[in-house]
Each structure stands twice: as structure tokens, then as C-alpha cells.
């Protein structure tokens, strides 16, 4: 069964920076697309950073220019560093790996930036 693990998340502080990682196991393939979304409270899900296999990126408006995501594909592992945080950031943010068309969403990780 493919297993999506995000140990990351954490606290720090506005202009700090924290860093997430999401494995993913169960599969020999090469995930076509992962990332991250975060959803906060009253607010819509929102895509956080994404990059495909060949390693094409995007990244959300609120965190463009601020966050830069990488990955290791023999690994199927994706890493986000998150600079400059800013107190918005505070989320859950999860883990998102697919191909073919399925996704597979780890457990979330809950990221808080001070106010």
C-alpha cells in the first residue's frame, strides 16, 4: 500500500525558517507530481508548492519568491524550505503524491509561526 510520510512541521518565528519533508513507500514508481496544501481554519484549501517529475515547479501566490521545494526522485522524496515566515503560514500543511491520475495525502503537519 502506498504510504505518504511527512514527519516535518514544526514552530518558529516571523522571518525564521522551517523545513518539511514527505516520503513516499509502497512503490516502486516515480510520482509524476508532488507537494503541498495547507488549510487553515476558515479559510479554502490552498496549494502551498507542487513539482513534477521532471521538476517544474509552482508555487502559491502567498508563498512565492519565499519558499523553494526540491525533490529526489530515486527517493520519492520532496522537501520544502520555507523562508521568511510569516505569521499566515501557520497551517496544516499535507503532503500530496500522485500519479495516473491518484493522489495520496499524508497525515498533515502542523506548522505555527509566532504572531
Known amino acids: 500500500q502506498v504510504r505518504v510520510l511527512e514527519p516535518g512541521g514544526g514552530s518558529g518565528q516571523p522571518g525564521g525558517s522551517l523545513k518539511l519533508s514527505c516520503v513516499v513507500s509502497?512503490?516502486?514508481?516515480?510520482?509524476?507530481?508532488m507537494g503541498w496544501y495547507r488549510q487553515s481554519p476558515g479559510k479554502e484549501r490552498e496549494l502551498v508548492a507542487g513539482i513534477s517529475r521532471g521538476g517544474m515547479r509552482r508555487y502559491g501566490d502567498a508563498v512565492s519568491g519565499r519558499f523553494h521545494i526540491s525533490r529526489d526522485n530515486a527517493k520519492n522524496l520532496v522537501e520544502l524550505q520555507m523562508n521568511d515566515l510569516e505569521p499566515e503560514d501557520t497551517s496544516v500543511y499535507y503532503c500530496?503524491?500522485?500519479?495516473?491520475?491518484?493522489?495520496?495525502w499524508g497525515q498533515g503537519s502542523r506548522v505555527t509561526v509566532y504572531s
Open positions: 509502497g512503490t516502486t514508481s516515480m510520482m509524476e507530481g
Open positions: 500530496c503524491a500522485g500519479t495516473g491520475g491518484v493522489n495520496d
